[in-house]
């Protein structure tokens, strides 16, 4: 009987045994064949999940995020301890002691659900295990799933920290209104850094990893108090808490931002402009698409805020005179049905619904509103964000739109959205009477960058960025006229020619293959042999051409590519008048090159990018600081920055190149539209037919460019020009930028010889000759300049000036400015009909 008991008990534990070998090996291959495709230790230490791109001003303030999840990441040295320990308690108290999954946890749970016959059914899964939940491809809940979240969680355990799985969890979660990770729900609840966080708070947000969309702290209020104060309990019962903290906390009555309680942070941050979008593009292209909105970068950008505000306000003015001047009325092209304007409520709620922009402040806030009524003498509006009481009642009179053609009551119906602004006096800023606005039809950029760093501290592209983010700055093609003739006129002075060297401007005839062409002035008059000086000056479109078949539009090409105006240039003639397409954010940063002396700056909207972990990915300024590192600089010394720089021209052309441009303000096509406190130097441009007018001009470290203009290019009629319309945008900006930055006289290189030079006939005259017609002209050392003789760029137009003549077709002998001899070869073409700047 007991041989029969034992053999029994044998048979028993033999079975058991086998069972429990079988099971092993059973689990063992299931974990083997599930495990075989997971990410390795490797891939999961590597692990970034995706986190917020932020753009700071040079002032270190947030002025845009990018995000493809709303995330922050923060290390976890800097998470508190009472925020680690309020999601601990809510999810995994036994967080530190596990190895990755918790089986007393899962024991527990199923125990729960059997016992309670599936009423109360919760997960097992570990803070670890979550976190894994990010590497599987789909969110189901099958056991190959839960199988593989504990393989991962134990791979994971064996690859990182603690505090690592922490963080990575921290950072990752989903807790509700958007807002991914503890950081950037803090703001997006509380507006609060992390370190602000009561326990109360820290409470709530562990309330949500659990069901992040159903603890809404105004909708489901109640709910989520009570998941709150659980949770707190939780902290309590593992030692988080003490009794009266915990008192506190549950007494707490859970103020937010969603409640009204605090500012919104997405509120505080300024609307979207085209300056940070224009970061974003370029730096899409350049760190990729997934890089930029999913990798934490910290970019600090060259913008000027308050100079970025009078850039667009600027540019806005001048394209909203020039609206208001054609007395044309569009509005927004957007109506209200009738029905919902029945009542206050409704009609609020359709124009908050518009999609209108909202992001114009010229002269005051433009405010969206809605044609409630159409009256003899006025309209009467509802509008938006705005109360109406007695002094400021909700209407326009109609002395307020005598600018507008047509019948006053033609231009409106009830329902027409529309944008208006408070109009106050400028003594007191008392209201005057709400005035009727309309984004206009003309577009056009503006972008002002410094000219040794290469620095954008301004850029507008458009009148505004929600109406339309077509970058006009950077992305618009457009013919730049004459605005383009001072790279001719650089790569004549590069080529021995001088700022008194005569040029002959007189009638000229040129056989394309399209059919004749005959360029004329803007003034459609001829002046005969005149200095170069004046040729710019007064922008002689005759005597352009003829330079640029002086000197061969080969070369004219070759500077413009040099500067990076053009990629690869027509070499038409009409080309030399600025008939290419190019940008203004090209332009602006060619003019530089002249304002710096002749080096290199290429044009930056970024100083640095720093990865997530604070490590520098790109930095703009290449220059070498010598003496950063000595602390020892006598009082009165900077520390001494070498540049780097390519040159692109010599230093002599640039000075003669800038004091002829000065000329353009000061005596030419811009004298009546730039009156500023410090020497200015600067090119007007008019393209053929008006269609887009331009002005460049610079300080002696400031450089800035206007462009206005037609999307589909059409005529500004026949008074717009560079100087009258862009000119004034110009001046305004710099007023203010000369505030921030000063400003000096342009300092002539050493090796500059003075001679004084009659301007109206470039003869020299003697030392110590003054006058209005007298100026000091630099030439370059040893050089002494011949005076009398004419370039007619191959026309054969120095003699007896001929009405016409052909261009000739074989290359001749000339007489340089130097008195040297050279060959010039067969002449550019003029390969287009279309003739590029006028003035």
């Known amino acids: 009987m007991l041989r029969f008991i034992f053999s029994f008990i044998g ?23 599930y495990g075989q495709d997971l990410p390795t230790y490797e891939t999961l230490a590597r692990y970034q999940p995706k986190t917020i791109s932020r753009i700071y001003s040079n002032e270190g303030q947030i002025i845009d995020e990018f995000a493809a999840e709303r995330r922050l990441f923060t290390p976890a040295e800097e998470i508190p301890d009472i925020v680690k320990q309020a999601f601990i308690s809510a999810e ?51 056991l190959e799933r839960k199988i593989k979240e504990i393989i991962l969680a134990t791979r994971i355990e064996g690859a990182m920290s603690k505090e690592q799985i922490l963080e990575l969890y921290l950072t990752e979660i989903d807790l509700g209104v958007r807002s991914f990770g503890v950081t950037a729900a803090a703001r997006s609840y509380f507006n609060k850094p992390l370190s602000a966080l009561s326990p109360a708070e820290a409470a709530f947000l562990a309330v949500h990893p659990k069901a992040p969309y159903s603890y809404h702290p105004v909708r489901n209020r109640d709910a989520a108090i009570a998941r709150r104060n659980f949770i707190l309990r939780e902290m309590f019962e593992n030692g988080y808490l003490t009794r009266d903290e915990l008192a506190e906390a549950q007494n707490d009555p859970l103020r937010t931002v969603q409640n009204g309680d605090f500012p919104s942070f997405q509120e505080s941050l300024p609307p979207r402009d085209y300056f940070t979008d224009e970061i974003r593009r370029q730096l ?81 806030h433009w405010y969206g509103a809605v044609v409630l009524a159409v009256e003899e003498n006025q309209l009467r509006l509802g509008i938006e964000n705005a ?3 007695e002094t400021e009642p909700f209407v326009v009179p109609r002395r307020d739109i ?45 972008m002002a960058m410094d000219v040794n760093t290469g620095r954008v501290i301004a850029m507008q592209g458009g009148f505004s960025y929600q109406d339309s983010v077509f970058n006009r700055a950077t992305q618009a093609q457009r013919q730049p006229g004459s ?61 352009t051409i003829r330079l640029a078949q002086e000197i061969g539009m080969d070369t004219v090409a070759a500077y413009a590519e040099k500067f990076g105006v053009y990629e690869s240039m027509n070499q038409g003639l009409a080309a030399s008048l600025g008939a290419d397409e190019t940008t203004l954010f090209k332009m602006v940063a060619a003019y530089a090159m002249f304002a710096n002396g002749g080096e290199r700056v290429e044009p930056t909207l970024v100083d640095r990018v720093q990865d997530r972990y604070g490590n520098t990915v790109y930095r703009h300024d290449q220059r070498t600081c010598e003496d950063c590192e000595n602390a020892y600089i006598p009082a009165g010394f900077a520390p001494r920055i070498i540049s780097n720089r390519d040159r692109v021209m010599n230093e002599i052309t640039a000075y003669q190149l800038t004091s002829m441009m000065r000329g353009v303000v000061e005596r030419g096509t811009a004298s009546r539209a730039i009156n500023l406190p410090v020497p200015i130097a600067g090119k007007t441009g008019t393209t053929n037919d008006a269609k887009d007018v331009w002005f460049i001009g610079f300080s002696s470290n400031i450089v800035a460019g206007c462009y206005i203009g037609y999307d589909t290019p059409r005529t500004l009629g026949r008074s717009a020009s560079g100087g009258g319309i862009c000119g ?47 100026i000091a002209e630099c030439f370059r050392p040893g050089e ?29 002998q000339v007489t340089t400015s130097t008195g040297e001899t050279a060959t010039v070869g067969p002449k550019a073409t003029f390969g287009t009909l279309s003739t590029g700047g006028l003035y």
């Open 483 to 543: 605005s383009f003739k001072p790279f001719v006129y650089a790569a004549a002075l590069d080529s021995g020619y001088s700022p008194a060297t005569i040029v002959v401007d007189a009638p000229i005839t040129i056989n394309t293959p399209q059919g004749v062409w005959r360029p004329k002035n803007s003034s459609n008059q001829f002046y005969g042999p005149t200095p170069l000086r004046t040729g710019i000056e007064r922008s002689r479109n005759l005597m």
């Open 11 to 33: 048979g028993i534990f033999t079975l058991l045994t086998m069972g429990l070998i079988m099971g092993a090996l059973t689990l063992g291959g299931v974990f083997y064949m």
């Open 402 to 446: 005598e600018w507008m053609r047509g019948n006053f009551f033609d231009n409106f119906t009830v329902g027409d959205v529309v944008h208006v602004r408070r109009m106050t006096s400028d003594d007191d800023g008392s209201f005057i009477r709400w005035s009727l606005r309309q984004v206009p039809e003309v577009q056009g950029g503006f």
């Open 387 to 389: 109360v109406e009481n």
């Open 728 to 774: 004034p945008v110009f001046n305004r900006f710099m007023t203010e930028a000369i505030e921030h930055y000063g400003a000096g006289p342009f300092t002539p290189p050493e090796d500059c010889q003075f001679i004084n030079i009659d301007r109206y006939s470039g003869a020299r005259l003697p030392d110590g000759s003054s006058g209005e017609n007298v």
């Open 284 to 364: 899409s292209q350049n760190f990729g698409e997934d890089e930029f909105f999913s990798g934490g970068l910290s970019i600090r950008a060259t913008v000027d805020p308050e100079l970025q505000v009078n850039a667009a306000h600027s540019l806005q003015r001048a394209l909203e005179e020039y609206d208001r001047g054609t007395g044309e009325w569009r509005g927004t092209g957007v109506t209200i049905p009738e029905e919902q304007l029945a009542s206050e409520d409704l009609w609020r709620a359709a124009l908050s619904d518009t999609n209108i922009p909202r992001d114009i402040d010229l002269e005051s």
């Open 784 to 812: 002494e300049p011949l005076f009398g003789i004419m370039f007619d760029g191959g026309f054969a137009m120095g003699g007896d000036l001929p009405l016409f003549d052909e261009v000739p077709r074989q290359g001749r």
């Open 92 to 142: 995994d108290k036994n967080f530190y002691t596990h190895g990755g999954y918790d089986p007393r946890g899962i024991l527990a749970a199923i125990i729960e659900g059997v016992t309670s016959r599936g009423e109360n059914l919760r997960g097992a899964s570990t803070i670890t295990q979550q976190v894994m939940k990010n590497f599987l491809l789909d969110g189901s809940t099958t």
